[in-house]
């Protein structure tokens, strides 16, 4: 695959000569904990259905990185070739990114909700070469479903299968032969190691375009975001980090595989969100910090109380992906005792703003944060104006941590001469510098942190033999802080209710959390006299209960 990063070169001098980019990559702070503290804990890997525990030392987790990476190499696989891997968080998830780094691959992150439609998209666009899926999981065949992609994608040359048990079974081709020890093994883990600007990761992000955008990442982007993230949060080599998040999002992938791993501190990985499981985990490894969507401090903090077990070493929620209310805020401190963090990012980006430890806690549910070290924040008006503080507009980033551009799409990487990247999204700053996201002038709803690609969604619903016209909007909802409203003007004669509505989607491969959950039909929309609809006056109209 070749990629055309074109955002980093123009930034290197700049970054390296402000100390925003380290010039290591993960190859780097891994063998430093082996060297350091070979023999702590740097995961442990639960599931909650089968409750299966897996610990891994430094020691464990490197050798086996070399091992896979070796393996990885004798299934093809090298140097800027893309690894897919649609797996649920765990140890493999870990193992494989090391490994993939060790040789200079790629990893792709991908979701476990996704299913055909956004599969193939991806993988055909981001030139796969492995895919790497769990046998089951929640119930559903992943395996099933990639062999029956694979006739599709003719760079794919082979699916491999965590716990599959067959011929492409992960331990049978990856952990179980000692790959290390074959002639040649020294001679791949050190020849193909990349560097600091090589890309290392392409992950997906859904957009207004039609379809999603493939976000390259250096090392060098994302561990200047991981160094001062964990900075702010005053997190170090003596802290346990849960991570219930899906690795596939950069939540997961950076501060819950990577961030540990710099830090020489200790994860746990936990496969299913199930607050019970959370708890018990937070007391019996001595958790310290977590960072999640609301719905999950939400969970959290209601299972502690209704159960009384107490979370002590629990120090910091970080919470991000929706606004914090300010109730929860109140009543998480109260119960867990912990310091609730409220953060705005992107893929793009990272975490761009955090509140400060030491701020009050009525910035959580006010504020999103003020900018990192190494970021700068704009708002403008539509004329491109920078607006006072207090006033709603366009936000723009300008950040060490910003992303390559998006893979075979640099028309789309917002980016002006100066380097400030339009985000989409609408916002303000207050007086001292914190920001307060407003809206969002691209059309994703988010509903629990996952972004739901409306504009995709709207498509296929025009499909529909009894659509008319569609409109996806946002609507409010306590825990997962938005849900979708689909809103239609069906076809004269026609009818559609909500199960239909759901079927059809599920025809046609939608994932469940995409589709909408409400359902209005109307005679007409409100539209501009060019004939746009004007989903502000729906939103407007559902929040004030006229829908």
Sequence with gaps: MEFDAVLLPPRRAESLAKGWWHDRTINDDLDACVQTCPDKVALTAVRVESGEVRRLTYRELAALADRVAVGLSRLGVGRDDVVSLQL???WQFTVLYL???RIGAVVNPLM??????????????GQAKLLIVPKVFRGFDHEAMARGLKGTLPHLQRIVVVGGGGEDDFDALLTTPAWEREPDAAEILSRHRPGPDDITQLIYTSGTTGEPKGVMHSANTVMANIVAYAQRLALGPDDVVLMASPMAHQTGFMYGLMMPIMLRASAVLQDLWEPKKAIELIRAEAVSFTMASTPFLTDLTRHVQDSGLAVPTLRTFLCAGAPIPGPLVEQARSELGSKIVSAWGMTENGAVTLIRLDDDDQRAFTTDGCPLPGVELKVVDFDGRELPAGQ????????????????????????????????GDLARLDAHGYVRISGRSKDVIIRGGENIPVFEIEVLLY?????AQVAIVAYPDERLGERACAIV???????????????????????LQYIPERLIVREAMPATPS????????????RDGLL
């Design 88 to 90: 649920p968080n765990g």
């Design 99 to 101: 490994a993939c780094s």
């Design 112 to 125: 476990h909700i996704f299913r055909e439609r956004e599969l193939s998209f991806m993988l055909a666009h």
């Design 392 to 423: 709603d507009g366009r936000l723009l980033v300008r950040a060490c941590s910003n992303f390559g551009g998006y893979l075979h799409r640099p028309q789309w990487n917002n980016i002006d001469a100066d380097g400030w990247f339009d985000t």
């Design 463 to 467: 499909r529909h033999p009894a659509v």
């Design 489 to 511: 003007v069906p076809k004269a004669g026609q009818s559609l209710d909500l199960a239909g509505m759901v079927e059809f989607l599920q025809s046609q491969k939608v994932a």
């Design 531 to 542: 004939g746009k609809i004007q989903k502000f006056k729906l939103r407007e109209m559902l």
